[in-house]
T-cell receptor, first 114, second 114 residues
Framework: AQSVTQLGSHVSVSEGALVLLRCNYSSSVPPYLFWYVQYPNQGLQLLLKYTTGATLVKGINGFEAEFKKSETSFHLTKPSAHMSDAAEYFCAVTFYNQGGKLIFGQGTELSVKP | GAGVSQSPRYKVAKRGQDVALRCDPISGHVSLFWYQQALGQGPEFLTYFQNEAQLDKSGLPSDRFFAERPEGSVSTLKIQRTQQEDSAVYLC????????????FGPGTRLTVT
């Protein structure tokens, strides 16, 4: 079955430290991968996506993610955390024959300490 | 331009009542998706439209859930005889196309069934 797993429901980092949010997927067909951010009482906003081509993708707000097929992973990173990065982050996957239907992970809440 | 809007933002219903949740997608967006997000969970797919055609309703949890998009624009998600387990945030998203196009999410409707 196709699924997404986010390791760690809560991650806490200090301001200026590296942010690493983990995402693994399970699939027998090539995936399209996404990271979304959700601020309280707001809808989800796309950070970045991987469809085809370059496996290292850059997104908004200094985030990037690398698609590693051999590890079935799509981890999200940012070199230096800002206080404004505190939010809920969701990894999601879809496939060419799914019409765009997204399968989401459980989410990771990122806290940033001053 | 305007984003995806949803109304009402908050809805409290007594168990057994019917509710209707509205989604106004971005003008010109062909695809429209509904997701259900339980507290502390990632969004889960409910149903998907391409224009007025409902192409996938595999995520609707029971026959009490019904969605329509009669003119290929505004969509309504209806829940009949609400139950406590229906309490969740209902998210609507629209996109210009399908698989690799970004889905733009609305702020959601928080439904509480008492």
């Amino acid at each position: 079955a196709q699924s997404v797993t986010q390791l760690g429901s809560h991650v806490s980092v200090s301001e200026g430290a590296l942010v690493l949010l983990r995402c693994n997927y399970s699939s027998s067909v090539p995936p399209y991968l996404f990271w979304y951010v959700q601020y309280p009482n707001q809808g989800l906003q796309l950070l970045l996506k991987y469809t085809t081509g370059a496996t290292l993708v850059k997104g908004i707000n200094g985030f990037e993610a690398e698609f590693k097929k051999s590890e079935t992973s799509f981890h999200l990173t940012k070199p230096s955390a800002h206080m404004s990065d505190a939010a809920e982050y969701f990894c999601a996957v879809t496939f060419y024959n799914q019409g765009g239907k997204l399968i989401f992970g459980q989410g990771t809440e990122l806290s940033v300490k001053p | 331009g305007a984003g995806v809007s949803q109304s009402p933002r908050y809805k409290v219903a007594k168990r057994g009542q019917d509710v209707a949740l509205r989604c106004d997608p971005i003008s010109g967006h062909v695809s429209l998706f509904w997701y259900q997000q339980a507290l502390g969970q990632g969004p889960e797919f409910l149903t998907y439209f391409q224009n007025e055609a409902q192409l996938d309703k595999s995520g609707l949890p029971s026959d009490r859930f019904f969605a329509e998009r009669p003119e290929g624009s505004v969509s309504t998600l209806k829940i009949q005889r609400t139950q406590q387990e229906d309490s969740a945030v209902y998210l609507c998203a629209s996109s210009f196309g399908t698989v690799d196009y970004e889905q733009y999410f609305g702020p959601g409707t928080r439904l509480t069934v008492t």
